[in-house]
């Protein structure tokens, strides 16, 4: 796997310098596997979360958003089967006293093999894992000499399952009452969908098939939680569950599959680093399982997984809560439990791989005068601000002109004003953190009405009428 921890590093130190993500509580040296969105960070994040919702809800007349608590009755997870199904295989080094999840493992050692030699490594630890052949994993992790990388050894305990959610408790009566107030915080944001399907089912009229999304937190205790972004123990999803009639499933898995990677691809991506995997294993409540991996620079990684989970989830509900979850179709003139698909897309992932699309480091001088920029390309649409405006000299009445145009354009998108230093480093500023248009205000402006507009990507000038700016920016907005 072609990998290029130079540049994954760069992003990470670019987030943190550029006001985008940064450790949490960093005074206190931060904790692990947990981010807090700066300023740009923030932006980014809230648009491309508004553009699935987008994509979603508005652009589909079938499909409504809801947005339920984090925290469920606790039947909710012993019937979706989280209690009892929802761990890692994990490993202990008997040495280092370290702990890894055995997947992590192996792919890891896998990654400094030849090409051919990895993927027989994978197939076989995948077909370890399908058949929950652990004390076999084990074995084929001692035959590969697999080490561990604190201690050096091969000195293993038995492959073990971990469960992955936290527990809390609720009221005050925690202590003498144990056990009874647990609660979970929820480990993905689709049960608050499933619990729901009647409420919204009867008040919304909706007919099947029809869909429900939901954006929000969720969280697990990762064990092996690091490579930034991609892995924490608190994030967000924005999924969406599918709800159809049985025996349709295959139809609408490939479907929604098609319909995913078209939606990642007019996030900009190029097409070369996006594909589907296929599950080996599948989850305990889906029949068909796909993921859209991106090309991260720590190599191809999951990104959104669509899951055909069949009435596993529906049907669990109504035999823990005794209560009916059916749809009466008209059709067909039947009561059934739907079937349903899944697309479950981590939001913090899609930011990350937006990021990752977007970072370059470009040597932009000349042979005279050597000069480097990093550019972020976002899309207009994702990028945090679209547009900045720079009077050429903080007098002459240009600060004015331009802090008009900003007063102008900033009801429709979000502006930046900027009037220290010179003009190019303005731009390397705005170039750092994505700002696909810069614009200058000077003294042309006030004989005839015309600005210079600087394209982040091109690095072009050309001089358009003020009055323009704001529709040609809402015009890059709407790709
Ligand atoms: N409801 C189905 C579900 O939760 P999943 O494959 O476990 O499926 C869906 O998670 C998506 O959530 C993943 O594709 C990934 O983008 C994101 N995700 C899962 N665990 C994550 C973590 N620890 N940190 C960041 N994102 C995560």
């Given at each position: 796997m072609a990998?290029?921890q130079?540049?994954?590093?760069a992003i990470?130190?670019?987030c943190?310098?550029y006001g985008?993500?940064f ?10 596997a947990?981010?807090d969105?700066g300023?740009y960070?923030a932006?980014?994040?809230?648009n491309v979360?508004?553009y699935?919702?987008?994509s979603?809800t508005?652009?589909h007349?079938?499909i409504?958003g809801?947005?339920?608590a984090i925290f469920?009755?606790?039947?909710v997870?012993k019937?979706?089967g ?5 761990s890692?295989p994990m490993i ?10 055995v997947?992590?493992l192996i792919e890891?050692y896998?990654d400094?093999l ?9 197939a ?5 894992l ?8 084990k074995?084929?992790i001692?035959?590969?000499k ?10 293993w ?6 469960n992955?959610?936290f527990s809390?408790?609720?009221g ?11 609660v979970?915080?929820?480990p993905e ?7 729901n399907?009647?409420?919204v089912q ?6 099947i ?6 954006v929000?937190?969720?969280f697990?205790?990762e064990i092996v939680?690091r490579?930034f972004v ?5 994030f967000e999803?924005?999924e969406?569950?599918f709800f159809?009639?049985p025996?349709?499933?295959?139809e ?11 939606w990642h691809?007019?996030l900009?991506l190029?097409?070369e680093h996006?594909?589907?995997h296929d599950h080996?294993?599948?989850a305990?409540?889906?029949d068909a399982?796909?993921d859209?991996?991106y ?16 009435d ?5 509900h ?5 209560k009916k979850l059916?749809?009466f179709d008209p059709e067909i003139n039947?009561n059934y ?21 977007a970072?370059e ?8 005068k050597?000069?480097?920029?990093v550019v ?13 405006v720079?009077?050429?000299t903080?007098?002459?009445g240009?600060?004015?002109i331009a802090k008009?145009?900003i007063a102008?354009?900033?009801?429709n ?6 009037e ?5 480093k303005r ?5 750092a ?7 200058t205000?000077?003294?042309?402006t ?5 600005v210079?507009v600087?394209?982040?990507d091109s690095?072009?000038q ?8 704001k529709?040609m920016?809402m015009k890059?907005?709407?790709?």
């Amino acid at each position: 796997m072609a990998t290029d921890q130079n540049k994954f590093q760069a992003i990470i130190s670019h987030c943190k310098e550029y006001g985008f993500i940064f450790p949490s509580s960093e005074i206190y040296d931060g904790l692990s596997a947990v981010y807090d969105y700066g300023q740009y960070g923030a932006e980014l994040k809230k648009n491309v979360r508004d553009y699935w919702w987008r994509s979603m809800t508005q652009m589909h007349d079938n499909i409504v958003g809801i947005d339920a608590a984090i925290f469920m009755h606790p039947t909710v997870w012993k019937a979706s089967g989280h209690v009892d199904n929802f761990s890692d295989p994990m490993i202990d080094n008997k040495d280092s006293k370290k702990r890894y999840r055995v997947d992590h493992l192996i792919e890891g050692y896998a990654d400094t093999l030849p090409e051919a030699e990895k993927d027989a490594v994978i197939a076989a630890m995948e077909n370890y894992l399908k058949e929950n052949d652990y004390a076999g994993l084990k074995a084929f992790i001692e035959e590969k000499k697999i080490a561990c990388a604190v201690s050096g050894t091969v000195n293993w305990t038995d492959i073990r399952q971990f469960n992955l959610m936290f527990s809390t408790e609720f009221g005050a009566v925690a202590a003498e009452n144990e056990g009874d107030n647990k609660v979970y915080l929820r480990p993905e944001t689709a049960q608050g969908i499933f619990v729901n399907f009647l409420n919204v089912q009867k008040t919304g009229r909706m007919k099947i098939p029809f869909g429900i999304a939901q954006v929000g937190k969720a969280f697990r205790n990762e064990i092996v939680a690091r490579q930034f972004v991609f892995r924490m123990r608190e994030f967000e999803q924005m999924e969406m569950q599918f709800f159809i009639r049985p025996g349709t499933q295959q139809e609408w898995y490939a479907y929604w599959k098609e319909e995913r990677m078209k939606w990642h691809k007019s996030l900009g991506l190029k097409p070369e680093h996006l594909q589907f995997h296929d599950h080996a294993k599948l989850a305990h409540y889906a029949d068909a399982a796909v993921d859209i991996e991106y090309n991260f620079p720590i190599g191809f990684k999951e990104v959104e997984g669509i899951h055909s989970r069949t009435d596993f989830d529906l049907s669990q509900h109504q035999k823990f809560s005794g209560k009916k979850l059916q749809y009466f179709d008209p059709e067909i003139n039947q009561n059934y439990v739907p079937y349903v698909i899944e697309t479950s897309i981590g939001l913090d992932r899609c930011c990350f791989m937006v990021l990752s699309e977007a970072y370059e480091e470009q040597e932009v001088g000349t042979a005279e005068k050597p000069d480097t920029r990093v550019v972020l390309k976002f899309p207009p649409k994702l990028a945090p601000i679209k547009l900045a405006v720079f009077p050429l000299t903080k007098k002459d009445g240009l600060p004015e002109i331009a802090k008009h145009l900003i007063a102008e354009c900033k009801k429709n998108f979000y502006c930046y004003y900027e009037e220290k230093d010179s003009i190019g480093k303005r731009y390397r500023r705005q170039d750092a953190i994505g700002t696909p248009f810069c614009v200058t205000v000077d003294h042309q402006t006030i004989e005839d009405g015309t600005v210079t507009v600087r394209h982040r990507d091109s690095m072009e000038q050309e001089r358009i009428p003020l009055t323009a700016v704001k529709e040609m920016v809402m015009k890059a907005m709407m790709d």
